[in-house]
């Protein structure tokens, strides 16, 4: 029994080597907690897009300035002969009739939905990058006896797009109501609330 340690120091040895290879191996398998649970999660938002009322038509501006005439001296002198009192002459100014805007070139109906009363939905039928191709399509569906009208917004990123919209409604119920009419030609439409 003298020799008794030196079996258990090696029957110790033999068990821990043994708790190290098992452990060695199992730890490669075993997935960590952070790939588990992470620890930033997210989750998608609802985001409901409100435009800005359509911009009014600006105001009409005179097309003819009216004349002004002011006495303007003119004063010749000649070596020869002595100073001549100032002669007065009436100068008369002409205005041409300013152009008028781009802008201000719209079908009689869309001119007409600009600078009607407020509204809370409407219906968006298509959005362009380029105002010639929402103009058209402003048109067009004039053309099929919709009230469509163009409103510009501005969105940082992306830079200026033009939305084509179909009517103005008071209540989203009415909006329901008038949306499957424009759905049967255009189906991506769909109901916008503004602000």
């Given at each position: 029994m003298?020799?008794?340690w030196?079996?258990?120091?090696?029957?110790?040895?033999?068990?821990?080597?043994?708790?190290?290879?098992?452990?060695?191996?199992?730890?490669?398998d075993?997935?960590?907690?952070?790939?588990i649970?992470?620890?930033?999660?997210t989750y998608?938002?609802?985001?409901e897009?409100v435009?800005?009322q359509?911009?009014?038509?600006?105001?009409t501006?005179a097309?003819?300035?009216?004349?002004?005439s002011?006495?303007?001296?003119?004063?010749?002198?000649?070596p020869?002969?002595p100073?001549?009192p100032?002669v007065p002459v009436?100068a008369k100014?002409?205005?041409t009739?300013?152009?008028p805007a781009?802008?201000?070139?719209q079908?009689?109906a869309?001119?007409?939905?600009?600078?009607?009363?407020?509204?809370?939905?409407s219906?968006?039928?298509?959005?362009?990058k380029?105002?010639d191709?929402?103009?058209?399509k402003?048109?067009?569906?004039?053309?099929?006896?919709?009230?469509a009208?163009?409103?510009s917004?501005?969105?940082?990123?992306?830079?200026?797009?033009?939305?084509?919209?179909?009517g103005?409604f008071?209540?989203?119920?009415?909006?329901?109501?008038y949306?499957?009419?424009?759905?049967?030609?255009y189906s991506s439409?769909f109901?916008?609330?503004t602000?």
């Open positions: 003298k020799n008794s030196l079996i258990w120091v090696f029957v110790v040895g033999i068990v821990l080597t043994i708790l190290i290879a098992f452990n060695y191996q199992g730890a490669q075993t997935v960590p907690l952070s790939e649970f992470p620890e930033t999660e998608p938002l609802e985001i897009y435009d800005e359509p911009v009014s038509e600006p105001p501006i097309r003819t300035a009216p004349t002004v002011q006495p303007v001296t003119q004063i010749v002198r000649t020869s002969e100073p001549s100032p009436a100014v002409v205005a009739p300013p152009k781009p802008a201000a070139v079908t009689p869309a001119a007409q939905t600009t600078a009607a009363k407020p509204y809370k939905y219906i968006q039928v298509a959005s362009f380029d105002k191709k929402a103009q058209q402003v048109e067009e569906l004039n053309k099929k006896d919709y009230q009208f163009l409103v917004k501005d969105i940082r990123d992306k830079g200026t797009w033009h939305r084509v919209y179909v103005k008071d209540s989203k119920s009415e909006a329901d109501s949306l499957p009419k424009v759905k049967k030609n439409s109901i916008i609330a602000k």
